[in-house]
């Protein structure tokens, strides 16, 4: 059975690089929150923060069954290095850009868009929010549950 659903991602560093965490939201195809992450990146630059809130929802989106994503950041670099528009030059980002193009390869199809930091409020304060988690520290926020 094929399942939709909405990633929303970011990312946020204090110093860039600096105190670092990513923040994730899957929706369901409805827009229903299903679930939303923070995680503690430790000291990390926002890009690789940004790239790491994509990962975190696409592995959510995996673990929960749903095999059509559609995704959206407010990282033009990592949209556009996604869509394999733009290189990847650092070492660092290329081991996360692989990371996701393996993740996004388990999905029936995949699209990523760019849309303006406004649109991205829910993901960007999770993402500030794991700023001042751990290292590897992620938190799992329910949604509200559906009865359809």
């Known amino acids: ?12 560093s204090k110093g860039n690089p600096g105190r670092a965490g990513s923040g994730a939201v899957l929706r369901d195809s409805d827009g229903t ?19 790491r809130g994509l990962n975190r929802g696409l592995e959510a989106a995996r673990e929960k069954g749903y095999t059509h994503v559609k995704a959206y950041g407010d990282s033009e670099l990592v949209v556009k ?24 390869n388990q999905f029936k199809s995949f699209d990523i868009t760019h849309v303006p930091r406004e649109y991205n409020s829910e993901a960007d304060s999770h993402a500030n929010s794991g700023t001042y ?3 590897g520290q992620v938190q799992e926020i329910p949604g509200k549950k559906s009865y359809y």
């Open 133 to 135: 988690l751990q290292d």
């Open 33 to 51: 929150v299903i679930a939303s992450y923070r995680e503690g990146l430790g000291t990390a630059t926002s890009n690789q923060a940004e790239y």
């Open 1 to 12: 059975m094929d399942k939709h659903c909405i990633i929303e991602f970011d990312g946020a």
């Open 81 to 104: 290095q996604t869509r394999g528009e733009w290189q990847v030059r650092h070492p660092r980002m290329a081991e996360q850009w692989k990371q996701t193009n393996e993740l996004k």
